[in-house]
């Protein structure tokens, strides 16, 4: 209607912005009532999303005409002259410039990320490989693995919730109630699984408000899953920072944390401490839901997209294989059009319509498979599968699977999941005798650069700025609570324990007892410490048989814990100064900036028939590269073996190196780099199970011999230094 008005085309520019910029209900109303019929208002303020931060209104107001015409989207970016243009014309063509040293001289631009750099440039030489062995690509995609920003640890535990998660989806999808409202309202009572659970832990109310959530609610969408922490102020899209609300209530919350904008604050803490004391919600939401300011929510670590490198990896790759990869049609070499930069979601997606299923995902067999997939996938359709797959366009779901199936060449009469389940077997068939974890000793050829095995650990890309005091000291604010919750109490910790960790760790670490243990803030820390020792001293004697007792002792001690502590003016402490002495790192004005000591490997020379080690890690490395002084060198992941007098070696694939004890961690490289893979002689074993790799003293060395590899685990060469004469040292010779 407004299109017939004289004006039409400003009221919809007026429309737009309002909708860009706006989620409250009652100003939106206020700034369109003159404009449109209040039943318009309505739909539009029901159907608004969080998306509509997305919309570009000039985009709109320009796209509207052509639409009359009946013109495609794709005609109206060319009339528009809208379609971006990528020229690599510039740069020279060849096999020898695909490295990162050209990408750096180019750009005159060093990439000091060395873990990126690292896995950025195995993946060009596995490339390198391959176009040796099979000729010029035609095109090349490039994905990589969510895991590749996080360590074992990490991996482990969201493996584990994502099982959980799935065992408690399946749960309510069993559950023939649900399944007959499910029916009811002709919806896939899988997609609205999340919704459910989240409904369950909330008691079946409105968090913010108190008032009763339906399950019809749920069903025929008048509640939406709200980020407690808005995306816009840097809330993360997990489950600690998610709660179900009804839509009026999300939309008049907006971009604010809810103590910002809940009216009746001492019945919404009330409602949440009595979800956290029914164990209905975590801490972490909690923290969420009772903060006033950004500084008081929860901060997450490794979710963090700020501490992912992922994306920076396949950008880089795939930047560079557009600069210089030789494609053999010399228009793909200028438009970059040959390389396809695939986003996570598209493989998943693929798996979801071709159901297939990996079994196993220890190994690197689920990545191979992946890369299948993708690889002959039509990439129109791997598109459409990255921008439009979403829940309410599920009726693209059988015309996809049959388009896939249509555009990948397969065998005929098998279907894709019974490829991959073949693939699979044959691969798992083998186990640790399979190709992929053969060592060079049986001369069998191995793969030594899968992607996984990398140090890519989030520590790498975490920054801290220290202020600089005097005698060398540097200090940094932390948050007291997070330090406490650190320390891991349970309700079985002893008082004793506790209290040597606490000193150790939080009370000789703060900068005010270090200068002023008689300040207010030293001994209102002192005195959590104090209570939370007591509350242990109340549980010594606890049946840890009864689980009531014990999740009601557990309530008891992280609620003491994650509370507030109070100074002697009734206000909370938040963050207190934490000092370091010798630090390495990089100067700032004012200060120190410092990365964690992620190692990279260690220098070694010869002094007085000696051999002197250096370790290499993130503080120290830019400062060796500048030496420049062609020192015998080993990274992570090579493989090195120390000679000792009597001709015995020990070595493998180094992992950790300590300079102080001259004391190095291996792994063996016939098996994948998970300790539980390894053999029980390369593992630290804590409580009967592999608990990480374990150190060698290695001081007794005489010599050292470092391996270089093809990309396939062939001995190309080998340096040493020192005295190496030995059985191995001739194994060697005869094999290169």
């Known amino acids: 209607d407004a299109l017939e008005k004289e004006n039409g085309y400003e009221i919809l520019k007026d429309i737009f912005e309002v909708l860009q910029f706006s989620k409250d209900p009652k100003y939106i109303y206020e700034q369109l009532k003159d404009k449109i019929d209040d039943k318009t208002i309505i739909d539009l303020i029901k159907n608004k999303t ?22 495609t989207t794709d005609e109206i970016k060319e009339k528009l002259e809208l379609n971006r243009s990528e020229d690599y014309s510039e740069f020279k063509k060849g096999i020898k410039y695909l490295n990162i040293k050209q990408f750096e001289i180019d750009d005159n631009l060093v990439i000091n990320n060395h873990p990126v750099k690292y896995v950025v440039s195995a993946t060009i030489r596995l490339i390198k490989h391959l176009h040796t062995t099979y000729g010029t690509f035609d095109e090349v995609r490039v994905e990589s693995t969510r895991e590749l920003s996080q360590n074992e640890e990490t991996k482990k535990e969201i493996d584990k919730a994502n099982r959980a998660l799935e065992k408690e989806i399946d749960e309510i999808v069993a559950n023939k109630e649900y399944q007959k409202i499910a029916e009811h309202y002709g919806k896939n009572l899988r997609k609205y699984a999340r919704k459910i659970l989240m409904w369950q832990s909330q008691d079946y109310i409105d968090i913010y408000n108190g008032v009763t959530i339906g399950v019809e609610d749920i069903f025929n969408n008048s509640v939406d899953l709200d980020h407690i922490v808005p995306q816009s102020l840097g809330g993360l899209s997990v489950k600690h920072n998610f709660v179900l609300v009804h839509r009026d209530t999300n939309l008049q919350k907006s971009n604010q944390l809810p103590m910002n904008f809940i009216k009746d604050k001492q019945e919404f803490i009330n409602r949440v401490d009595s979800l956290f004391k029914q164990r209905k919600i975590n801490w972490k939401k909690k923290i969420n839901l009772m903060a006033t300011t950004l500084d008081e929510t929860f901060k997450d670590t ?36 040959s390389v396809s930069h695939i986003q996570g979601r598209a493989t998943s997606n693929i798996r979801k319509l071709l159901k297939v299923k990996t079994k196993v995902r220890d190994t690197n067999i689920h990545h191979a498979i992946d890369a299948i997939l993708i690889g002959l996938t039509n990439k129109s359709w791997l598109q459409k599968l990255s921008n439009t797959f979403r829940d309410n366009m599920g009726v693209i779901d059988d015309k996809a699977r049959e388009k896939i199936k249509k555009d990948i060449p397969l065998i005929e009469g098998i279907e894709p999941k019974e490829l991959i389940e073949m693939i699979e077997d044959k691969y798992n068939e083998y186990g640790e005798d399979s190709v992929f974890y053969k060592d060079i000793w049986d001369k069998t050829k191995v793969v030594n650069f899968w992607a996984s095995k990398k140090p890519m650990v989030s520590k790498i890309h975490k920054d801290t700025i220290y202020s600089k005091k005097e005698d060398g000291i540097y200090t940094v604010r932390e948050n007291i609570i997070n330090n406490f919750i650190a320390l891991k109490v349970t309700v079985t910790t002893s008082s004793v324990k506790f209290e040597e960790s606490f000193k150790k760790n939080i009370l000789n670490k703060m900068y005010l007892f270090k200068t002023n243990p008689n300040d ?6 002192q005195q959590r410490a104090e209570d939370i020792k007591v509350l242990l001293n109340s549980f010594v004697d606890i049946d ?22 109070i100074d002697n003016n009734g ?11 010798n630090l390495t790192g990089f100067d700032v004005r004012g200060g120190l900036a410092t990365k964690e000591k992620t190692f990279i490997g260690f220098k070694a020379n010869i002094e007085n028939d000696k051999l002197n080690y250096m370790r290499i890690d993130v503080a120290n490395w830019d400062k ?21 007098h009597d001709a015995s070696f020990r070595g493998g694939k180094i992992v950790s190196f300590l300079s102080e004890k001259t004391q190095g961690a291996f792994s ?3 098996f994948p780099s998970a300790s539980k893979f390894q053999p029980f002689s390369f593992c630290k074993i804590g409580n009967g199970e592999k608990t990480g790799a374990k150190y060698q003293a290695l001081s007794k060395s005489i010599g050292i011999v470092k391996l270089n590899l093809d990309i396939l685990g062939n001995i190309k060469s080998y ?11 001739e194994f060697i010779k005869e094999i290169k």
Request: include cysteine; glycine fraction near 4%; hydrophobic fraction near 35%.
């Open 544 to 565: 840890t048989k009864d689980k009531e007792l014990l999740s009601n002792s557990k309530i008891k001690l992280d609620e003491l814990i994650h509370s507030d502590i």
């Open 719 to 729: 340096q040493k230094i020192g005295s190496c004469e030995s059985e191995l040292l």
């Open 50 to 71: 969080g998306n509509s931060l997305n919309i570009s209104q000039n985009a709109m107001i320009k796209f509207i005409p052509y639409f009359e015409q009946g013109l």
């Open 302 to 337: 490794f979710e963090s997209k700020s501490l992912r490198a992922t994306s920076y990896i396949e950008a880089l790759t795939a930047q560079i294989l557009k600069r210089y990869y030789p494609f053999p049609n010399k228009e793909h070499q200028k438009n970059g059009i």
């Open 571 to 581: 206000n909370a402490v938040r963050k207190v100064k934490f000092y370091q002495t």
């Open 668 to 670: 063996n490289s016939k």
């Open 624 to 644: 060796i590269q500048k030496l420049n002084d062609n020192s015998f060198k080993v990274f992570k992941n090579d493989l090195v073996f120390f000679i000792f």
């Open 520 to 525: 207010v803030i030293c001994k209102v820390v």
